[in-house]
């Protein structure tokens, strides 16, 4: 399913690349296309609800453990990047 192939895609490549920081030029590219899938894939996706879905990363137990199962410190770390986007988007 090429879905689920764009999801894991993507977030295999932001947990490779977590040693970069959430503001890495190499993240940002990732958490980009992250934020494009949602928006082409799933709903229409305003920055601001993007910006929520990264603090839900980690205040709700159910996307915590999806992330942490993926690679530990993730769901923490996809609410950094993806705030830190949604600011330069901003900017």
């Known amino acids: 399913n090429d879905f689920l192939a764009q999801m894991h895609e993507i ?11 959430p503001q890495s030029a ?3 590219g990732w958490i980009d296309r992250w934020y494009r899938f949602i928006k082409d894939e799933c709903y229409d ?5 993007f910006e929520n879905l990264g603090h839900m990363y980690v205040e709700d ?19 950094q990047a993806m705030t830190y986007y949604v600011a330069q988007k901003k900017a």
Do not use: W
């Open 11 to 21: 977030s295999a490549s932001i947990a490779a690349n977590m040693d970069k920081g």
């Open 26 to 28: 190499e993240i940002q």
């Open 61 to 79: 137990p159910r996307f915590t453990q999806t992330y942490e199962q993926i690679r530990p410190g993730m769901a923490a770390f996809m609410d």
């Open 45 to 49: 996706c305003s920055l601001e609800v």
